[in-house]
């Protein structure tokens, strides 16, 4: 898997941000949290988190798309939707599309949201990967209208569905659809559920807002990993409201687990097979014969010793 | 109202605290209602009213968010912002509307899901999503009225419906004017031009295919409360109607109903799509007019 890591070919330090690591030259790797230089060959080894702190690193979708993917396997779907401008936005003299020709410019993706078929050490599934270095993540109508094209084909090709996500929030530029993709992203889900087809859900930092409380969070199965921030309103805002100190560690993956609110935290060198095995027990359940749908329950009935 | 009215115009009408809020439907619109309180897990949310009662002849869940007239009312019903104890108990509600086939009629008044450090804890996130998972195949017929403000997910976890409709001055939006105000013109001050620039008034919703039917308001309602609650009874009765007989025939309308609603939800969206077919593994996809 590290060298698959290594493989990618625009796998370049880039500074993006403050979570971004600092390379004062090509040779070494600046963690914001503890200061400590890594030697980058070190760092693309350990999937890009320090081996100081644990810091994870945030990583662009086609990276996670090359942690989580047999070489080659990955096919991309729907990649010549773009957004469109629906409301005519504008604010503080930039327009929408101008924000979007940015984006793509920044983050070399086209969306927010890739999608595609792919294989994990020979296991067929269905991806979808959030871009965050594309306007956030925020989840607009392309992002939605992916995301329920790739549901509605891993129904039809019975593949399961892994999700990476993360979020800042909703895309206001095109405020009520993409208000209501949380919903056509959902109702989806409701039809992958009743195919009894599993949604694994992996959240990543920062993951906030609309996709928290939306697609995500109704997964069979939530990942999360190591120290990523998680919630549906923002620190800040929480903060601004309601006057009060936020407790420690509030809204990480760690709060999050000891509230119940997801499965399991995975550190990054460990996601890859712990999905393998997931996905093997749900491959495995399909073939049972307790497995329940409509049909089955009546014919059950009828011949229990079958 | 005259057409002139600007967007920041109807926000202010639609957040003014005369105007009826979801008690004043249930009193005018529900006979013989009975509250019914507490999600069986956490507590009981005062933002969100729950209950059933007879609408115009049949059994009904009713769910709304509960906005109060004065500060004191306010700060009692946390200004209309539900906890995930809230949306859990309209959960609760949802399903006992499918258990005995009652129709679920929601009403739509909140700036929003609270933020809050217990509202995290508990779980506000997947408290909203939870709702909008069983709304979307919830087999009974669902009608929404956005009466005040559809504020964010806050507002959409109720209202995922067969039908949406929205009084003339309300509104309907991704975040408040001032959120989207503070984020992207860096200046909260800078709502009345967001109001207009995000489109968040009935007509802009109607016209872009998410909202079935903006009910008029020929004054604005808190001048004509009993006026306002009996059209808006109107409007229910007539879609209630439609998709009622549309399930007449038991599963096989409630299968179609379900397909519909899928329908509804999936056409939303606006994109542009090149459709060069080498680019798309699995061939052409249909070229795409949302609406
Ligand atoms: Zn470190």
Known sequence: MR??????PRFTVEPQGEDSPVVPDDLWVKCPRCRELTYSREFERELRVCPRCNHHFRLTAAQRIAMLTDPGSFVEWDAGLEAADPLGFAAGGESYPDKVATAKRKSGAREALITGSARLDGRPFALAVAEFGFMGASMGSVFGEKLVRAIERAIEQELPLVTVSSSGGARMQESPFSLMQMAKTTAALARLGEARLPHIAVLVDPCYGGVTASYTTVADVIIAEPG?????????????????????????????LEHGMIDLIAPRRTLRAKIATLLDHYALARRQPARRTAGAAASAQEAPDA | MPETLSAWERVLLARNPARPHTQDYVADLISGFVELHGDRR??????????????????VVVVGHRKGSNTQENLTHNFGMPRPEGYRKALRLMQHAEKFGMPL??????????????SEERGQA????????ALASLRVPTVAVVIGEGGSGGALAISVADRILMLENAIYAVASPEACAAILWKDATKAPEAAATMRVTAADLYGFGIVDEVIPEPVPAHEQPTQTIQRVGDAIERHLSELEAMVQDGDAGLDALLAARYQKYRRIGRWVEETDPTRHPNGPVPSHTAD
């Not at chain 1, 060298?3 to 990618?8: G, S």
């Not at chain 1, 921030?229 to 509030?250: C, D, H, N, S, Y």
């Not at chain 2, 005062?46 to 002849?57: E, S, V």
């Open chain 1, 3 to 8: 060298e698959l890591f290594r493989r990618q």
């Open chain 1, 228 to 256: 990523a921030m998680i919630g549906f309103a923002g620190p800040r805002v929480i903060e601004q409201i309601t006057r009060q100190k936020l407790p420690e560690g509030f809204q990480t993956a760690e709060f999050l």
């Open chain 2, 42 to 59: 956490f507590g009981d949310d005062p933002a969100l009213l729950g209950g059933i009662g007879t609408f115009r002849g049949r059994a």
């Open chain 2, 105 to 118: 009629i929601a009403f739509v008044d909140t700036p929003g899901a609270e933020p809050g450090i217990g």
């Open chain 2, 126 to 133: 997947v408290a909203i999503a939870e709702n909008l998972l």
